[in-house]
């Protein structure tokens, strides 16, 4: 029997992230993307760096300094994974600013001209100059660093600039300074021309101007360059105050050792080996971009106004009715109805914001539980929760303080829902909470009826409106009765039964998913046809994979979508023959996990909040969820479907690692366009015109 745990069948994850931000950044080049919408993606991309180089390689980086010796799932240790990345990641930044130029190039022919100061004309410097004195000047502030001016502290994702000056009247005594570019200031900068419209960026007008910061003194040579630290949050399990603990935490993240330096290809030397001195930086952290320091920054000026041309046609989802009906209560008789499939940004996440609005101000409505991963700063959701308490109802929440990147703002929320009387659970010692659910208790004649609401993505109706997720609402007592069994073993003591539903990590997501699996191979081994779709946003559990393995080489046939990391090896002969891999990467970003298993007889489709990682099934509290109802079912099956045969935003996955990019002239299929055609017509049309395809799906 073959070893499925050899490391030859694994890829590491770390260079599988890095090929995932390459097929974003090659949105930048699809001819169906509109020209901002391209400019778009490359600032995705630049940003998506920025959070692998803060989370990602400096915990690598912490582990080689630490001396700890640990291989990944391909037998890389931590010192063989960095010089990979370091390659790889050049290689990726290079392509990165050669589409940038590019676009800039297509800029111009829209009249949309990115200069150069010294390139400017004297009436455009004239007021370039007066903008600065009045607008720049005052708020930078020059740092000298010398012996009685240590180097400064720079802030993580920061632009500076280094100078070298020195007295006019004496040019053997050299100085160095430290130009901080205001993060508060526009990055870009329009200055008044009558033909075109001309942009200079803000760290280029300082250092054109650099002399007035210098009075009496020349200018010698200016580096610009650009820090990144590590943001790993470092947090005791064991604090007492788990609040107190994160906030500590968030303010050493400002502080975090530098993982990467990035200056532009016209950078001096000298300058560069003072500014890592100063950092206290290796050479390995040095990146040189080939162009402008920081594309995210663009990600405003997509927006430009004007140019709507340029961008995706405006896009408004489908309102359903019950959120139209002034009616209080319709929410609720719609989910009484039956169970309802909601497929986000299609379905408009109102429903969602109006099912927690209504209940709170419902006077049958006794008790509201929810689980708050990210939440917006302004959400409504929790306007809901605070409202739902002031009206003396019982609302706990378990809001998870977390979840990187959005600590402080969940923090606030967190003491916002406490202060309105909401019972606050600051999540759990060792675990993440990353279930998406929502119970609420209403009292209806005699009886209490539970409503629940089961989701792939977070409570945030911001990203809602461009993550694509799925939501279950139901108000079935199996369903209710394994959610109250849910929030009672999160919020107290209570020991987890039997469930009759929900499948919960850590608890029994690893287990089911194994033991389903196992019933595709066992109905092949009956001589029937074993299929596995499983759509997820990364798959890298070694356990996982190698029965994924084991099932293909039994002739179970294995198609995944994943949008992001993937250290499976599709089609290798004898050991992943019948497992395909493709990868979606459009408009909006492939967020749901959508799972089918033809061979299991009670319910073959599931929506789970969990990827396929370690950190999901046994680090985090997950759920996965039966959809049991043939109707959602159904069109489960037919979202599947359209991401199988999708050949204009799908990339393929070869044995070797590398993807194509899957294109028909033909008969071409978006999903995502599909869906959004589709949004406003009923599903059952959207069922009708997809039974015209050859089926690829069974139930």
Same mark, same amino acid.
């Given at each position: 029997?073959?070893?499925?745990?050899?490391?030859?069948?694994?890829?590491?994850?770390?260079?599988?992230?890095?090929?995932?931000?390459?097929?974003?950044?090659?949105?930048?080049?699809?001819?169906?993307?509109?020209?901002?919408?391209?400019?778009?993606?490359?600032?995705?991309?630049?940003?998506?760096?920025?959070?692998?180089?803060?989370?990602?390689?400096?915990?690598?980086?912490?582990? *080689?300094?630490?001396?700890?010796?640990?291989? @990944?799932?391909?037998?890389?240790?931590?010192?063989?994974?960095?010089?990979?990345?370091? *390659?790889?990641?050049?290689?990726?930044?290079?392509?990165?600013?050669?589409?940038?130029?590019?676009?800039?190039?297509?800029?111009?022919?829209?009249?949309?001209?990115?200069?150069?100061?010294?390139?400017?004309?004297?009436?455009?410097?004239?007021?370039?100059?007066?903008?600065?004195?009045?607008?720049?000047?005052?708020?930078?502030?020059?740092?000298?660093? @010398?012996?009685?001016?240590?180097?400064?502290?720079?802030?993580?994702?920061?632009?500076?600039?280094?100078?070298?000056?020195?007295?006019?009247?004496?040019?053997?005594?050299?100085?160095?300074?430290?130009?901080?570019?205001?993060?508060?200031?526009? /990055?870009?900068?329009?200055?008044?021309?009558?033909?075109?419209?001309?942009?200079?960026?803000?760290? @280029?007008?300082?250092?054109?101007?650099?002399?007035?910061?210098?009075?009496?003194?020349?200018?010698?040579?200016?580096?610009?360059?650009?820090?990144?630290?590590?943001?790993?949050?470092?947090?005791?399990?064991?604090?007492?105050?788990?609040?107190?603990?994160?906030?500590?935490?968030? /303010?050493?993240? /400002?502080?975090?050792?530098?993982?990467?330096?990035?200056?532009?290809?016209?950078?001096?030397?000298?300058?560069?080996?003072?500014?890592?001195?100063?950092?206290?930086?290796?050479?390995?952290?040095?990146?040189?971009?080939?162009?402008?320091?920081?594309?995210?920054?663009?990600?405003?000026?997509?927006?430009?106004?004007?140019?709507?041309?340029?961008?995706?046609?405006?896009?408004?989802?489908?309102?359903?009715?019950?959120?139209?009906?002034?009616?209080?209560?319709?929410?609720?008789?719609?989910?009484?109805?039956?169970?309802?499939?909601?497929?986000?940004?299609?379905?408009?996440?109102?429903?969602?914001?109006?099912?927690?609005?209504?209940?709170?101000?419902?006077?049958?409505?006794?008790?509201?539980?929810?689980?708050?991963?990210?939440?917006?700063?302004?959400?409504?959701?929790?306007?809901?929760?605070?409202?739902?308490?002031?009206?003396?109802?019982?609302?706990?929440?378990?809001?998870?303080?977390?979840?990187?990147?959005?600590?402080?703002?969940?923090?606030?929320?967190?003491?916002?829902?406490?202060?309105?009387?909401?019972?606050?659970?600051?999540?759990?010692?060792?675990?993440?909470?990353?279930?998406?659910?929502?119970?609420?208790?209403?009292?209806?004649?005699?009886?209490?009826?539970?409503?629940?609401?089961?989701?792939?993505?977070?409570?945030?109706?911001?990203?809602?409106?461009?993550?694509? @997720?799925?939501?279950?609402?139901?108000?079935?007592?199996?369903?209710?009765?394994?959610?109250?069994?849910?929030?009672?073993?999160?919020?107290?003591?209570?020991?987890?039964?039997?469930?009759?539903?929900?499948?919960?990590?850590?608890?029994?997501?690893?287990?089911?998913?194994?033991?389903?699996?196992?019933?595709?191979?066992?109905?092949?081994?009956?001589?029937?046809?074993?299929?596995?779709?499983?759509?997820?946003?990364?798959?890298?559990?070694?356990?996982?994979?190698?029965?994924?393995?084991?099932?293909?080489?039994?002739?179970?046939?294995?198609?995944?979508?994943?949008?992001?990391?993937?250290?499976?090896?599709?089609?290798?002969?004898?050991?992943?023959?019948?497992?395909?891999?493709?990868?979606?990467?459009?408009?909006?970003?492939?967020?749901?996990?959508?799972?089918?298993?033809?061979?299991?007889?009670?319910?073959?489709?599931?929506?789970?909040?969990?990827?396929?990682?370690?950190?999901?099934?046994?680090?985090?509290? *997950?759920?996965?969820?039966?959809?049991?109802?043939?109707?959602?079912?159904?069109?489960?099956?037919?979202?599947?479907?359209?991401?199988?045969?999708?050949?204009?935003?799908?990339?393929?996955?070869?044995?070797?690692?590398?993807?194509?990019?899957?294109?028909?002239?033909?008969?071409?299929?978006?999903?995502?366009?599909?869906?959004?055609?589709?949004?406003?017509?009923? /599903?059952?049309?959207?069922?009708?015109?997809?039974?015209?395809?050859?089926?690829?799906?069974?139930?």
């Amino acid at each position: 029997m073959k070893d499925f745990h050899n490391p030859k069948y694994y890829f590491n994850r770390e260079l599988s992230w890095l090929k995932f931000n390459q097929r974003v950044l090659q949105e930048a080049i699809d001819r169906s993307n509109p020209l901002l919408e391209k400019l778009r993606f490359l600032t995705i991309g630049s940003s998506n760096l920025d959070e692998f180089f803060m989370i990602r390689v400096s915990g690598l980086r912490h582990q *080689e300094q630490s001396g700890v010796v640990k291989y @990944d799932a391909a037998h890389m240790d931590a010192k063989a994974q960095l010089k990979a990345i370091s *390659e790889a990641t050049k290689k990726l930044v290079s392509l990165q600013y050669t589409y940038f130029h590019d676009i800039l190039k297509r800029l111009q022919k829209e009249g949309l001209h990115f200069v150069k100061v010294k390139d400017l004309k004297e009436s455009e410097l004239r007021w370039l100059y007066q903008y600065f004195r009045s607008h720049i000047f005052p708020v930078v502030t020059p740092l000298a660093v @010398d012996a009685s001016h240590p180097f400064p502290f720079l802030v993580n994702k920061t632009l500076n600039s280094v100078v070298k000056i020195h007295p006019i009247h004496d040019v053997k005594q050299e100085k160095m300074a430290i130009l901080p570019i205001p993060s508060v200031l526009n /990055r870009i900068i329009e200055v008044p021309n009558d033909v075109h419209r001309h942009f200079v960026m803000l760290e @280029d007008v300082i250092n054109y101007y650099c002399e007035d910061f210098f009075v009496g003194h020349h200018i010698d040579s200016f580096t610009t360059f650009r820090v990144t630290r590590d943001a790993d949050l470092d947090i005791e399990e064991e604090a007492t105050d788990l609040l107190r603990e994160i906030e500590k935490s968030l /303010r050493r993240r /400002r502080r975090g050792e530098v993982v990467r330096v990035e200056v532009c290809q016209n950078y001096s030397p000298e300058l560069l080996e003072f500014v890592l001195q100063g950092l206290q930086a290796k050479k390995e952290a040095v990146y040189i971009a080939e162009g402008i320091l920081d594309v995210s920054s663009f990600n405003e000026f997509c927006n430009i106004a004007g140019y709507d041309h340029l961008r995706y046609t405006p896009f408004e989802p489908k309102e359903l009715d019950c959120v139209k009906e002034k009616d209080p209560h319709s929410i609720f008789a719609y989910i009484r109805e039956k169970d309802r499939l909601l497929h986000h940004p299609f379905d408009s996440f109102s429903i969602v914001e109006e099912f927690i609005a209504r209940a709170a101000i419902d006077p049958d409505v006794l008790a509201i539980k929810q689980t708050l991963y990210r939440v917006s700063g302004d959400s409504p959701i929790v306007a809901s929760l605070v409202k739902a308490a002031e009206l003396g109802k019982q609302v706990t929440v378990l809001m998870e303080v977390k979840a990187r990147f959005d600590e402080e703002n969940n923090i606030l929320m967190a003491r916002r829902l406490e202060k309105a009387g909401c019972h606050v659970i600051y999540g759990l010692r060792g675990l993440k909470t990353h279930s998406k659910i929502t119970m609420v208790v209403r009292k209806e004649g005699e009886v209490l009826r539970r409503y629940m609401h089961f989701a792939t993505g977070n409570y945030n109706g911001k990203t809602a409106r461009f993550y694509t @997720d799925c939501g279950l609402l139901t108000c079935r007592d199996s369903y209710a009765d394994d959610s109250s069994l849910f929030f009672n073993t999160i919020s107290g003591y209570a020991e987890a039964q039997e469930w009759q539903r929900l499948i919960v990590a850590p608890l029994t997501l690893r287990t089911a998913l194994m033991n389903l699996i196992d019933g595709e191979i066992q109905a092949v081994a009956a001589g029937k046809e074993g299929h596995i779709v499983a759509k997820m946003n990364s798959l890298l559990d070694k356990d996982i994979i190698a029965k994924l393995y084991e099932a293909s080489c039994k002739g179970v046939k294995i198609d995944l979508i994943v949008r992001g990391i993937c250290t499976l090896r599709p089609g290798i002969e004898g050991v992943s023959d019948h497992i395909t891999v493709r990868s979606i990467v459009g408009r909006f970003l492939e967020h749901h996990r959508i799972l089918y298993f033809k061979n299991h007889s009670e319910s073959p489709y599931y929506i789970s909040s969990a990827d396929w990682m370690p950190r999901n099934l046994n680090d985090r509290v *997950e759920l996965m969820v039966p959809v049991e109802d043939k109707a959602l079912q159904e069109t489960l099956k037919h979202i599947l479907q359209l991401y199988l045969e999708d050949n204009q935003k799908a990339h393929s996955m070869r044995a070797d690692g590398s993807y194509r990019k899957v294109i028909e002239k033909d008969h071409k299929v978006s999903a995502q366009t599909f869906f959004m055609k589709q949004c406003k017509n009923d /599903r059952e049309i959207l069922i009708e015109k997809m039974n015209t395809w050859e089926p690829i799906l069974e139930l």
